[in-house]
C-alpha cells in the first residue's frame, strides 16, 4: 500500500497550489480519502475529505473542514487513483505539512480523527509567504 503526496511549494499570500495524492496497493473505492496538515508546533489537523464509494449511492461525497471551508476543493479521479486538493486564497496560516491518508469503510463521524486512518503518505510541505 502506497500514497505519494506531491504539489507542495512555496507560494505568496493569495496564490494557488493543487495536491495530489496518488494512491496504489488497495482497493480505491474502499477507502475513505482525507486530506490532513500540521503546521510546525501545532498537532495534525484535518481539513478535508473524500468519502468512500459506498457512502451514497450518487457518488462520493466531500467535507471541508471550516478553516478551509469556499477556498480548498478536494476530488478525485477514479481512473488514477488519484485525489486532488485545489487550495485557493492561500493564507500564510495554511502553512504546514500536508498529508494523504487512507481509511477502509470508516464512519463519518470519525473523518476528522487522524488516528482512525489506515495508510499515510510521507507529506509535501506548503509554505505561503505574506
Known amino acids: 500500500v502506497q500514497l505519494v503526496e506531491s504539489g507542495g511549494g512555496l507560494v505568496q499570500a493569495g496564490g494557488s497550489l493543487r495536491l495530489s495524492c496518488a494512491a496504489s496497493?488497495?482497493?480505491?473505492?474502499?477507502?475513505?480519502i482525507g486530506w490532513f496538515r500540521q503546521a510546525s508546533g501545532k498537532g495534525r489537523e484535518g481539513i478535508s475529505y473524500?468519502?468512500?464509494?459506498?457512502?451514497?449511492?450518487?457518488?462520493?461525497?466531500?467535507y471541508y473542514e471550516d478553516a478551509v471551508k469556499g477556498r480548498f476543493t478536494i476530488s478525485i479521479d477514479n481512473a488514477e487513483n488519484t485525489v486532488y486538493l485545489q487550495m485557493n486564497n492561500l493564507k500564510p496560516e495554511d502553512t504546514a505539512i500536508y498529508s494523504c491518508?487512507?481509511?477502509?469503510?470508516?464512519?463519518?463521524?470519525?473523518?476528522?480523527?487522524?488516528?482512525?486512518?489506515?495508510?499515510w503518505g510521507q507529506g509535501t510541505q506548503v509554505t505561503v509567504s505574506s
Open positions: 473524500i468519502s468512500d464509494g459506498y457512502l451514497s449511492d450518487s457518488g462520493r461525497k466531500t
Open positions: 491518508a487512507a481509511a477502509r469503510r470508516l464512519l463519518i463521524g470519525y473523518y476528522s480523527d487522524w488516528a482512525a486512518y489506515d495508510y
Open positions: 496497493g488497495f482497493t480505491f473505492d474502499d477507502y475513505v
